[in-house]
């Protein structure tokens, strides 16, 4: 996976918070292709800020033209500017959160399904299937919180897909759970359960940054 | 006099939504293997690659007040569109881009459809509604769509392919592939494929074509029905596991369970040749999994 444009631009205009930094600058020292567009924006925005001033209005008139401006349409813009931009933030941290310990998850979850059979083995599976219950709980809470704030804004096309396919994987989910509480150990019963975790969180994460349009 | 110039420049600067359409031409020296970066939320884009060291872009615009057509190009890279993403009913933009074929390009809208040929670079779509169209030789593609169709007929190294509800389709030469919708059916038609992973939730899944001695091909759905279509003389190790769908067998492969519920309980069986055989897997909790000749 690769850091999208939008936040790569953010991290070259420094917008990002610290821990989001910190992930993109690590995955940016590993990533040749990250990189290359890191350098490529740079250069860019070296070049625009160099570029030559438009011509402003004479030095009189530009604070009240600012002042007038910015009360009448930038303060508006600017606000759903921030608010979008904490959104953004705060479901990348959540992400992160659920990426992180849903590979970990997947590959105990595989160790274990392979191994012995041993009882530790199968109590160690039901552990982890726990666990995996309450971090997803958690990174959807807060996903849906997140989502909530911005529905309004969302074209009503977009909130009914969204909530279609949403739907669908709460159903399967759903499904899911009911199948292994009667048959706990069945290994392609978790499969399916951690598959559609991950699914309902990636379509939560990729609403939190739709555009108003 | 200094009033009515005030108010003039304030009307101009903050007043009234959308203006008309406008007819936009522009072009620069450009750069090998830099990024382009185009945002237009309503209308379309179409980004082609070709042999010359400029970018260009022709179109028409329609811009509301606070957020003109942006283009800013160099030989270190560019930046244009419409970069409005909020004020309602903004109209269709339709970009025209040309771009040095390696350039790395990322693409974001919403309703707009979007078409990439001729990039050898990597490709970044992301859209809501809007219909992607990849073609041509890519390093990397990603493309995301909620609810419009993906298209990707690229030879590339990496594809990652994503959408809710839209349907999406693969071909093409790629190392590594990912595809994944919600309730969008996925067709791999022809492909060829060293890893893959296609994952739906009750959307089907449709592999049509061979399968590499050295591919490595797992799919996973709850409810959509999985079928592979691929040549009499394929050679692959099958592992399929369904907890209620069942697996059919239209190719003849004898294998020794199937019928209507596993539950849970794997098949496995080989196609063709063993010793050079592509390894499959399918994941399903009630879709069917078909196996058929092509």
């Known amino acids: 996976m690769h850091v999208d444009g939008d936040r790569l631009q953010d991290f070259v205009d420094r917008r990002l918070d610290g821990v989001e930094r910190e992930m993109v600058r690590q995955h940016i020292a590993r990533c040749e292709r990250c990189s290359a567009g890191v350098r490529s924006l740079e250069a860019l925005a070296g070049e625009l800020a160099s570029m030559a001033s438009p011509v402003l209005p004479g030095r009189d008139l530009l604070p009240d033209i600012w002042t007038r401006i910015d009360a009448a349409a930038g303060e508006e813009r600017r606000t759903a500017s921030r608010a979008r931009r904490r959104t953004t933030l705060r479901a990348a941290a959540v992400t992160a959160l659920i990426v992180s310990s849903s590979a970990v998850t997947a590959l105990v979850l595989r160790s274990s ?79 399916m359960l951690l598959a559609g975790y991950e699914k309902r969180l990636d379509v939560l994460r990729r609403a939190t940054t739709f555009p108003s349009l | ?104 390009v990322w693409i974001k809208t919403a309703s707009a459809d979007v078409i990439v040929s001729d990039v050898s670079g990597s490709v970044d779509v992301y859209a809501v509604s809007g219909r992607i169209d990849v073609s041509g030789t890519p390093r990397e593609v990603s493309a995301e769509s909620l609810s419009g169709e993906v298209r990707i007929a690229a030879d590339a190294r990496s594809v990652r392919a994503k959408t809710a509800t839209g349907p999406l389709t693969l071909r093409g030469n790629i190392t590594d592939a990912l595809a994944s919708t919600v309730s969008g059916d996925i067709a791999i038609e022809g492909a060829v ?64 369970r199937t019928g209507s519920s596993l539950k849970g309980q794997e098949i496995r069986f080989t196609v063709g040749s063993a010793t050079a055989a592509g390894q499959v897997t399918v994941r399903s909790f009630k879709g069917r999994v078909i196996l058929g000749a092509k």
């Not at chain 1, 911005?150 to 009911?178: F, H, K, W, Y």
């Not at chain 2, 082609?48 to 942006?70: C, L």
């Not at chain 2, 244009?80 to 350039?103: C, E, F, M």
């Open chain 1, 113 to 191: 399904s392979q191994g012995d059979g041993s009882v530790s083995a199968g109590q160690a599976e039901t552990a982890t299937l726990l666990q995996v219950h309450v971090d997803y709980a958690r990174a959807a809470e807060e996903l849906e919180a997140l989502l909530r704030e911005r529905r309004a804004e969302l074209p009503s096309g977009t909130v009914e897909a969204l909530e279609r396919s949403l739907s669908v994987i709460d159903a399967a989910l759903n499904e899911a759970r009911t199948a292994l509480e009667s048959d706990p150990g069945n290994p392609i019963l978790s499969e």
């Open chain 2, 1 to 104: 006099m200094r009033a009515t110039i005030l108010g003039i420049l304030i009307a101009f600067t903050v007043a009234g939504p959308a203006s008309g359409q406008r007819t936009i031409e522009h072009r620069a020296a450009f750069g090998h293997g830099v990024a382009v970066r185009i945002h237009n939320m309503v209308g379309s884009v179409r980004v082609t690659g070709w042999a010359r060291d400029s970018i260009v872009v022709t179109g028409t615009v329609q811009e509301s007040k606070g957020e003109p057509f942006v283009f800013h190009a160099s030989r270190n890279g560019a930046k244009l569109g419409i970069w409005d993403a909020n004020t309602p009913g903004l109209g269709p933009s339709h970009l025209d881009v040309r771009v040095p074929q390696s350039s790395i």
């Open chain 2, 193 to 256: 494929l060293e890893r893959g992973r296609f994952e739906t939730v009750d959307g089907a899944i449709r592999y049509a074509g061979a399968i590499g001695a050295k591919s490595s091909l797992d799919f996973i759905t709850h409810a959509g029905p999985v079928e592979f279509l691929v040549p009499r003389d394929a050679a692959a190790e099958f592992v399929v596991g369904t907890y209620e769908g069942g697996f059919e067998d239209r190719f003849g492969v004898n294998a020794r």
